[in-house]
């Protein structure tokens, strides 16, 4: 019995320390997040995401459920290198950030707020996101994108 | 854009350029030169592709309630133009074999029609 105990007593200190150890990582890895799309970089924005990853966009629309879009990584960035292209004054902001870990898995919900100028229009656009964080032998790597978003 | 309009990304035509020639009258050396010559050009056609997709802004793929519809679509126009003598049937049993390969979970993976 006592054994036992010990035995549970141990996961639960190995779960909690995973814990402790995993969520500073996510830090980081949102902060790398944050500047490879500040410094407009797709090859740094890259190498964060697993190549399997998906990112869904959920559009807002007036008066209708959100549009739904799913995209690969390599179409998600193709998006962004275009978006990059053409506009200007590009700046991204990620706020009222919340990291839980996992024994594999990590979560992080975080606000992004995105303004620029498009042809002759500046645009906002607000972003309330779900990432998805896989732990593997080399690090973190994003393996999904779930993002509720509105332009203004 | 963005919120209120896309550009749909979806296949629709598929180009191929073959080189032809007469094996008699050329050495085994300069075809299989020829062939690696063409392989080797994967890359920068993937580039010209690149940038000329760089170039389209909110180009995304169908919404996701719309996706299988735009897939049966394409399946439809497939097995009309096959049956109506334009597509090559050996050719289109290869491509099915080519399109399962990177995406069992497609519908037409389980069916029985050989393209």
Known sequence: MNTLLYRCLTLGLAALASFAVASPKTEVLLEHYGD???EQNAEALSSLFAPDAEVRLLLEQPGAEP???TLTEDEHLQQLRALWRFSEEATYSLSDV???AGADVHRVQFTQTERYRLFGQTLHRDGRVRMRVRVTP???LITGIEALISER | MGARGLVLKLP???LTMQLVVRHDRFS???MQKSRRFFADQYDRAMRSVRAAEDDILFLYPPPDKDRQRYVEMMNESRLFLIEAGVYDKDMMRWMKKARCKVSP??????SEVPW
């Open chain 1, 138 to 140: 080399g690090g973190l």
């Open chain 2, 28 to 30: 085994d050396a300069f």
């Open chain 1, 67 to 69: 549009l739904a879009i």
């Open chain 2, 105 to 110: 979970e497609r519908g037409e993976c389980s």
């Open chain 1, 36 to 38: 490879a799309l500040q």
């Open chain 2, 12 to 14: 629709t035509v598929q």
């Open chain 1, 98 to 100: 919340t990291h839980s």
